[in-house]
């Protein structure tokens, strides 16, 4: 809440801040019209920071808006303490700060996670398998920790992290895992949300697992996907994180498709396509507990951030990603998930026309220029934002190709090149290259929605 009446913010600012080896804050709000002046920085404790856009329209208005949005930057070393937010105003080349909020930056979280379980040593490496759940279906449930028992790979250990389950699904949860002490599970006191509650199993995983692997509740893996997966990794020693394919299965027993990349072209080398649409599933994956030093803390990004697009991001942004060219496990796809109703309950992609005809008529459909508003904020901004976080944590360490391609995705929001950069790529799936969906299009239309609605607003 802010604390001046003229003055709201949209977006939940998070208290604490886990800077970490860097992080950047995304503030969005709105500054009412009795509120004289323009909107021109961000300022958080020792930072401040121009704003991307201010004066764009509220939601659902016609008129000139005084909607504002902008980055923080927090680099590691930032100094920790308790600091305000504050929106610095200007009026006749006067700035004034107008206090919105406030909050407390900290290096590392003060209790991110239960204490990591105590380990009996086992042969061979250990792998820690990092669950997280959220109202188990108890059938389903119980198929994926049969599988899971049934791995080939010796010496595993799985924690659990429960997402604010309701008494009568976490009581059915532990009756299924039993007393089989390979599992360790515990439930999070507040409900937040399968990104964040990722994080949460990863940080379980104890110290002496070199390798982590991401598992959903309810999917089934083959015997062999531990085994498989560290074998890849390990004959890939530049790769930080390995994935495989995986069968698609309905959850009312069809069968869907034999591998997840049937339309759609997997790219796990190219950072640019990997900004735009991920293709690196987190139940495909595992990783070496080395990448959590990049990618901890998760950044609180905009939108709907997922935990496999950002970890792999930061793998490919620091090293390379590892394939292995085979299903290893059924992936679950519920037919009333938002995916699934959009596509009228098939259990597999659409077809490259049925797609082409879906991005025009969804660009087609919108009013105006006005329409394109959501590509700004639930799409550009959370890639921009993962972008911004890959920069401050790894820098040089980012190689100058895949550094230039990050860059471009920011430079998007003020540069016209990157602009044009992003609409040539959206022609390369008519060229066979349809990683991305050509969602580059859709960034397009965002960021240019962003610049007319900026200049109107002035």
């Not at 990104?195 to 062999?224: T, V």
């Not at 697009?309 to 009333?336: F, M, N």
């Not at 025009?360 to 890639?383: D, E, T, V």
Request: proline fraction near 7%; aromatic fraction near 8%.
């Amino acid at each position: 809440m802010s604390d001046h009446p003229a003055c709201t913010l949209s977006t939940t600012l998070p208290d604490p801040i886990e800077v970490g080896g860097g992080t950047v804050v995304y503030v969005d709000g709105f500054l009412g019209a009795t509120e004289p002046g323009r909107p021109v920085a961000l300022r958080l404790g020792p930072v401040e920071q121009k704003l991307l856009a201010s004066g764009l329209p509220e939601t659902g208005s016609r008129g000139r808006g005084r909607r504002f949005a902008g980055f923080v930057d927090l680099p590691a070393g930032t100094p920790t303490g308790e600091v305000e937010l504050v929106l610095v105003v200007e009026t006749d080349s006067v700035t004034k700060p107008l206090h919105l909020a406030r909050t407390t930056i900290v290096t590392r979280s003060a209790k991110p996670a239960p204490p990591p379980p105590s380990v009996i040593g086992g042969d061979g490496t250990l792998i820690a398998i990092a669950m997280a759940t959220w109202e188990p279906d108890r059938e389903r449930f119980r198929e994926q920790l049969g599988s899971l028992r049934a791995q080939s790979w010796p010496n595993w250990i799985c924690v659990i992290s429960d997402d604010a389950s309701s008494a009568e699904a976490f009581a059915g949860l532990r009756a299924v895992v039993g007393a089989d002490d390979r599992f360790v599970i515990s439930r999070s006191e507040d409900r937040r949300g399968f990104y964040f509650n990722f994080e949460r199993a990863i940080r379980m995983a104890p110290a002496e697992a070199s390798l982590i692997a991401l598992c959903d509740q309810d999917d089934r893996w083959d015997a062999d996907k531990l085994e498989a997966l560290a074998a890849t990794l390990a004959a890939n020693p530049r790769a930080s994180l390995a994935y495989s394919d995986n069968r698609i299965r309905l959850d009312d027993g069809a069968a869907g498709f034999d591998s997840a990349f049937t339309e759609r072209r997997n790219s796990y080398d190219d950072i640019a396509s990997l900004l735009v649409a991920n293709t690196v599933t987190g139940a495909a994956s595992i990783f070496r507990r080395e990448l959590l030093e990049v990618a901890l803390p998760f950044p609180p990004a905009p939108g709907v951030p997922y935990h496999d697009h950002w970890l792999a991001l930061c793998a490919l942004a620091s090293g390379e990603i590892a394939y292995l060219d085979r299903p290893t496990y059924d992936r679950i796809r519920h037919l009333d998930s938002v995916t699934m109703l959009a596509r009228g309950g098939r259990g597999g992609p659409p077809g490259r026309q049925e797609r082409r005809r879906a991005r025009l008529q969804k660009l087609r459909s919108a009013r105006g220029a006005a329409g394109w508003r959501p590509f700004y904020f639930n799409r550009y901004l959370r890639i921009a934002h993962f972008a911004r976080v890959l920069e401050l944590r790894l820098g040089d360490r980012i190689a100058v190709k895949k550094r230039r391609a990050i860059h471009r995705l920011i430079a998007a929001d003020r540069s016209f090149g990157p602009v044009i950069w992003l609409a040539l790529r959206s022609l390369r799936p008519w060229l066979g290259r349809d990683e991305t969906f050509g969602i580059e299009r859709n960034l397009v239309a965002g960021v240019l929605w962003k610049r007319l609605a900026s200049r109107r607003g002035r």
